[in-house]
């Protein structure tokens, strides 16, 4: 008896049974399931987070742009046709409708050093398509030609600013028009005599998310152009008489009349500054006889 009691309890423990690994092996793979589908899970929100921030980020971007340009936008005074001695080699013309808009801006950057640039160009935005874009829509591009010559319309380089553009509206104010004053298009040289930029802007751009259930991306801002009128008053032009050397501008005319007023008006004080020291004179001479 003593000897099956030692045999039985020196026997090595039994192993797990089928039923056993089964039970661990199937609680192993629902903790793995949950564990992949949590990472998964975890990573799509991440890549579609960045991909919406990103679509954000660009059209903030691309409106920020936009306003600096327009804000900082100008036209020059053109000499009349008749009195010019050769062709203009710089016209500024703003130039804008629902979905394009050209125009002269001093908001170019210098990006070379040394370059032959000044801070003034001609920029145009417009909608086209793109080869390369991923997107359904439109792509917006912008045309920027860093020296204003006489072809306001053209010349320099284009490239794609963004894709995937469902809308892209501009609206003009019009400040003498009444209450409901936004305009589709705008002409700075609608009247030659008197240029004009738009009192201010509205710009819309919706884009499409890059997200295949997401809705739209919407945008608006809205830019007033710091200086409306011609930079340089001309207001008359006339040819120069050799005879005169003030010529006969009006403007030097009109120096001329104030120069003159401002001349006589230094004489009579002066004479009548003599006469108060006759007056003195005699009053001098007056208190010595008195005594």
Do not use: C
């Not at 046709?81 to 409708?97: A, S």
């Amino acid at each position: 008896m003593s000897r099956r009691l030692a045999h039985r309890r020196a026997r090595p423990h039994r192993g797990f049974t089928l039923v056993e690994v089964m039970i661990a092996l199937t609680l192993l793979a629902l903790v793995s399931t949950a564990l992949v589908t949590a990472f998964t899970y975890s990573f799509e929100t991440k890549r579609r987070v960045t991909a919406v921030n990103e679509r954000y980020h660009e059209g903030r971007q691309t409106m920020t742009r936009m306003a600096r340009e327009l804000r900082m936008a100008f036209i020059r005074p053109e000499v009349p046709e008749e009195q010019r001695e050769e062709d203009p080699t710089m016209i500024t013309r703003f130039e804008g409708r629902e979905d394009q808009i050209h125009f002269a801006t001093t908001a170019h950057l210098r990006i070379h050093a040394g370059s032959k640039e000044s801070d003034q160009s001609e920029v145009a935005y417009f909608l086209g398509r793109s080869d390369e874009s991923t997107y359904k829509g439109r792509t917006l591009f912008r045309r920027e030609s860093k020296r204003i010559d006489d072809r306001p319309e053209r010349g320099g380089h284009i490239w794609p600013v963004i894709d995937g553009v469902k809308e892209f509206r501009i609206e003009y104010w019009e400040d003498h028009s009444g209450d409901d004053s936004w305009r589709k298009s705008w002409d700075s040289h609608d009247d030659p005599k008197e240029p004009l930029l738009p009192a201010r802007l509205r710009i819309t751009l919706e884009l499409e998310s890059p997200l295949e259930d997401g809705p739209p991306i919407r945008f608006v801002t809205q830019a007033a152009p710091r200086i409306r009128r011609p930079i340089t008053a001309i207001a008359e032009f006339q040819p120069l008489d050799p005879s005169n050397p003030l010529g006969n501008d009006r403007a030097r005319e009109e120096l001329q009349n104030k120069l003159g007023d401002l001349s006589s008006g230094v004489t009579g004080a002066g004479s009548g500054a003599g006469g108060v020291g006759s007056g003195a004179g005699g009053v001098g001479s007056g208190a010595g006889d008195g005594q």
